[in-house]
């Protein structure tokens, strides 16, 4: 039996709203609509085929272990075949969701990350899911041994270091003027480890926007990102002008998560007042928004990314 058509009106509006988090994925998005049917052979064939690119895997695991009924349904996977390590880390990571929305308990969430991890003794997946459990709600030194895990089996693993970013932009600051705190430290460390091409360069543009999420929260920075100064200081044009040269010269068209960094990319150069480069940006992105960093500090971040599309292109 067919789904109903979604609601006419303002259910309809609200619905144009929602952030898909498999961006430019379709065979992702098609995997997640069979998954959610309980058609799991859709998914297992999807793991299969993604192989060993562990950014791509991590990225499709993570956006079909949201799907709500994820975890029955890679229970049945796993009863009908035992010994799939595909199976174990996508449960793992539904576990990890649900725990993060508080319907299952956390130990439960990392003994399962832990039970997948060694049957996929080389994945970083499994790892990375205790990494997302535990920036939410570990300890630091949890926190750096899930991420030391997954940057040992793959070093420029993208989305554990946005994560590992988003956690140090939270500390306190130490002994100093924020433009010294540690994140950005991390930041640049970890761009200047990767390679040339590697998405990492624009780490540092990730560690300035989350900062500033840290700042404005406390009420230290103005809520407005475009009116505060966060971006105009000569750190962090320094910064924006190194990781809007790096995409002129090393696009990444392939890269399953490059639409996060073009967010971030675009917000900062519209934050800056540079509307002819974030307009560029913004063509690159399409309807392809993310929710991060258009919600910093606490905004409606569909009205904030059309908002700020919109000056961008008719600056440019």
């Not at 010994?83 to 439960?108: I, N, W």
């Not at 970083?124 to 300890?139: A, D, N, Q, V």
């Not at 073009?262 to 309807?287: P, V």
């Amino acid at each position: 039996m067919s789904p109903p058509p979604p609601p006419l009106g303002r259910g309809r509006r609200r619905a144009a709203r929602t952030f898909d988090e498999a961006l430019d994925d379709t065979e992702l998005v098609a995997a997640r609509a069979a998954l959610a049917q309980g058609r799991w052979q859709s998914a297992r064939s999807l793991l299969v085929h993604t192989g060993d690119d562990f950014d791509r895997r991590g990225h499709r695991v993570t956006v079909l272990a949201k799907e709500p009924y994820c975890a029955p349904w890679a229970r049945e996977w796993l009863l009908a075949e035992p010994e799939s390590a595909d199976a174990r880390v996508l449960l793992a990571l539904a576990l990890v969701h649900r725990a993060l929305r508080g319907k299952e308990k956390p130990d439960r969430a990392r003994e399962s990350c832990r039970d997948a991890a060694a049957h996929a003794p080389g994945d970083p997946t499994p790892w990375l899911g205790l990494l997302m459990l535990e920036r939410s709600s570990g300890t630091d030194e949890a926190v750096v041994r899930a991420f030391e895990q997954v940057r040992g089996r793959y070093p420029d693993h993208h989305h554990a270091h946005h994560l590992m970013v988003a956690r140090l932009a939270e500390r306190r600051a130490e002994g100093g003027p924020d433009p010294l705190h540690e994140v950005y430290d991390f930041a640049n460390w970890a761009a200047e480890q990767a390679p040339a091409d590697s998405p990492l360069a624009v780490l540092p543009v990730i560690a300035h926007a989350e900062r500033y999420r840290v700042l404005a929260a406390a009420g230290h920075e103005s809520a407005d990102p475009h009116a505060s100064g966060h971006w105009i200081g000569r750190r962090a044009r320094l910064v924006m002008k190194a990781a809007f040269d790096w995409w002129l010269e090393w696009e990444q068209d392939g890269h399953p998560r490059r639409l996060i960094d073009l967010n971030f990319l675009a917000h900062a150069k519209y934050c800056e007042g540079r509307g002819a480069e974030a307009a560029a940006l913004f063509h690159r992105i399409g309807e392809h928004a993310t929710p991060a960093p258009w919600s910093y500090p606490d905004r409606d971040p569909y009205p904030a990314f059309r908002a700020a599309r919109a000056g961008a292109l008719g600056t440019a």
